[in-house]
């Protein structure tokens, strides 16, 4: 990431399960590692941006406490003492919540979302809110591309992914209704892990389009996305989510027992990606050899993009509808139009559109009986310039649109020096074997590059 | 029923489980009952007009197979040579499937809905398909009461009330989407029990409006309803069953451990139940005493109706408007209105409509803290004259919409000597309790009747 070697940026840069392992021995405090932290972000926060709230008395107060339950003997969760931060669309008791949006600043939400309640079971500090698009749509935060600060960090998870690989905190929560999540990891050169639609309760969460809208995990390590698990399971009251498709560390952290069998798949948008990754992907799936196959996604998976679309539209008019409404100078131009497109969205037009999630998910059965996973780019190429726009959620969209667990990994480097993900994407709650192919793909990519 | 005395209808009269245990005894053959009430519906067939399609020979060739494998020692399922009735909505293989429109005479499946797989595990003998109203809308099929053939048995599961009624068979499935169990139960004077949304899997059964579409059955006692434990738990293919309430028998047959709090419900439909049936549900709550008190609906009911509308009128469109666009001429002029209005309808309208279901569910949690079950009116009072409309369901309304298990139970008798039902309604899930309770309300009124 082109920075100095300092001792706090090294103790930051841990991944949350080494963090975890340390504090959990004895080896370093709670305390250290959030001031190693806090000591990050004052040192980049002004060129990244990547925090819409933060109370640094108050995060070390709590690292302070959970030095003193461990000192005490007290059993400790699996995160225990570890900073996370957490998309300021998701409600952290004690915080502002803004949405990204100044008709909800300084909202201050009365409970911790389900997932914030279950982090803080699992031991975590929840250091700070990260920033979001607005309302997490397409119309940008502050944040930048900590690789690159003239180019996007992607959205609209902009401020997780940022931190996250800017070494400000190790892990951090997202969401996705598009390409949310995956986009900026890849564009942020971090892990990024959205796992199967229904799985992690979204109650205490901005509702965009809960059709679509999906939890999503920024981390610096495969393994430490199958934290993931900490969130999943039923909390009674997101009726979308079933039982869980955790615990995923076990399985995610073995070796697969044969060797897995990849599809590689451009899908029928493959001419959105630039011309270096369409290449690094050629020689991504030459470098697998026989463990991979180029597969063609069925013709249907055309008119994803638009069937999403107008799930989306229809939606987020029905839940943000209400903001253009009290304020129509104060939203975006592209959501207003967004809003404006779902409330014209005839009902059955509608239910024909979501409908189709179903059709889609089961057209990709044959595909899955034969092959472990996709392996897909995570976006369209690097993180674009300029910062008007958070870039192409294309190679997001199906995936998200099923709602399959779907994985970037930071395997790539552009023509200018940027990170690229490869997306990763397997059959619905079939998240735990996502996650051990990948580290599968990781491993043997090295080995090829060593020989 | 008026009907004078013969061993065929005595036979044909039997509760389900009843006949089941003589069956298994080896007291009654399952061809003898099917011979019974086959013998029965030629009887009556002409005047009641119950069924749809009926293969005389294949329903006894089937019967003597169960005694077979009777004889043979073979284990038997609960209802092991039972004959049981079907709404022409729901796939028979080897049976026509004709949804009660011209545009799908003689459909024939490729297979067996879930429900019907499920019922020939159990041993049943599915002795032909029920007449339902059109697309199981509101345009009648053919069917008549059978306590007086100038008035409607209730709709649209028609044919299954009336079979069951009229000494037919014991047991008929139906569906229902807004009132189409629980009126026709009510009109015809048989139990009706539609279980809470989600726990029947509706596979192979015509889709009118997902959100509301929900399997029930007709009966002829209250311990014949829990039967439909037998039809309950996930299939893999409709996606919105989860976890089942059942079982239910043992529950259902048993003593409430307390005597239960009956919270009795007007509604705000209370005007449009007709006199008669306003005076009886006063004295049906004077002779229960302290165990009743009388509950007012929060005033947001009010508007549950016109979102049951507008959630079917929508839903409705995206999933019959093919028919219209068919053959609008074979369409009724009352489904062709409904889809003209779903497909006016905006999205975020409808998705707003959508969503209160959950509002008016959690608005309930206080009443059924204090109570066990609802007590309110099945139907407005008896079955109208006439034929040309199935009555109206605004007292099932608000229970479908909100999915929560209904029962009608025959218990009053209107100004004309027809039947009216009590209707007993439950949180989602406690469909055992329901059953319970209902037998505790029968047990307690016939002793007070003896008093």
Redesign the interface.
């Known amino acids: 990431m082109g920075a100095k070697r300092n001792p706090a940026r090294e103790l930051a840069a841990l991944t949350a399960r080494e963090a975890a392992r340390r504090i959990a021995e004895g080896a370093l405090t709670s305390a250290e590692l959030v001031a190693a932290c806090l000591d990050n972000i004052a040192a980049q926060e002004e060129t990244v941006q990547a925090w819409a709230f933060l109370d640094r008395d108050k995060a070390m107060i709590e690292a302070k406490e959970r030095d003193r339950r461990r000192q005490r003997g007290l059993p400790l969760g699996p995160l225990h003492g570890v900073p996370v931060g957490v998309k300021d669309i998701i409600d952290v008791k004690g915080m502002p919540t803004g949405n990204g949006t100044p008709l909800d600043e300084g909202r201050r939400p009365f409970a911790d979302a389900t997932v914030i309640r279950r982090l803080r079971a699992a031991g975590a500090v929840i250091l700070g809110k990260t920033v979001t698009t607005e309302l997490a749509y397409y119309h940008p935060g502050k944040t930048r591309n900590p690789h690159d600060p003239t180019r996007t960090p992607g959205g609209s998870s902009s401020g997780s992914a940022a931190a996250v690989a800017a070494g400000m905190v190790p892990l951090a929560l997202g969401t996705q209704t598009n390409g949310s999540v995956i986009r900026p990891a890849s564009y942020c050169g971090v892990v990024g892990f959205k796992p199967t639609f229904g799985s992690v309760p979204r109650s205490g969460v901005l509702t965009l389009a809960p059709s679509l809208d999906q939890l999503g995990l920024f981390a610096r390590s495969i393994e430490d996305a199958a934290l993931a698990e900490l969130l999943m399971g039923e909390d009674g009251a997101d ?1 979308d989510v ?1 039982e869980s498709p955790g615990p995923l560390t076990a399985t995610a952290l073995a070796e697969p027992p044969v060797t897995p069998a990849l599809a590689v798949v451009k899908t029928p948008f493959w001419e959105r990606a630039d011309a270096a990754t369409r290449d690094a992907f050629g020689e991504l799936a030459a470098a697998l050899g026989e463990a991979a196959a180029e597969v063609e996604l069925p013709e249907v998976f055309g008119r994803g993009v638009g069937w999403l679309g107008g799930v989306m539209a ?2 987020m ?2 839940n943000l ?1 209400h903001y253009v409404d009290r304020a129509p100078a104060q939203v975006s131009e592209k959501l207003r139009e967004l809003i404006s497109d ?11 559109a979501r ?1 189709m999630r ?1 059709v889609l998910r089961e057209s990709l059965g044959p595909l899955f009986q034969r092959f472990d996973v996709i392996v897909t780019p995570a976006a369209t190429g690097e993180a674009p310039v300029g910062l008007e726009s958070t870039g192409d959620p294309v190679f997001c969209t199906l995936w998200t649109f099923c709602g399959l667990p779907t994985l970037s990994v930071p395997l790539l480097t552009g023509p200018n020096g940027l990170p690229v993900g490869v997306q990763l994407v397997a059959p619905p709650g079939q998240d735990a074997r996502l996650l051990r192919t990948a580290r599968w793909l990781v491993h043997t990519l090295s080995q090829e590059a060593d020989a």
Chains 1, 2 share one sequence.
Do not use: S, T
């Open positions: 009726l079933r229809a939606e008019a029905r509808g779902g409330r014209a969205m005839k009902a059955p037009d509608y239910l024909a409908d179903q």
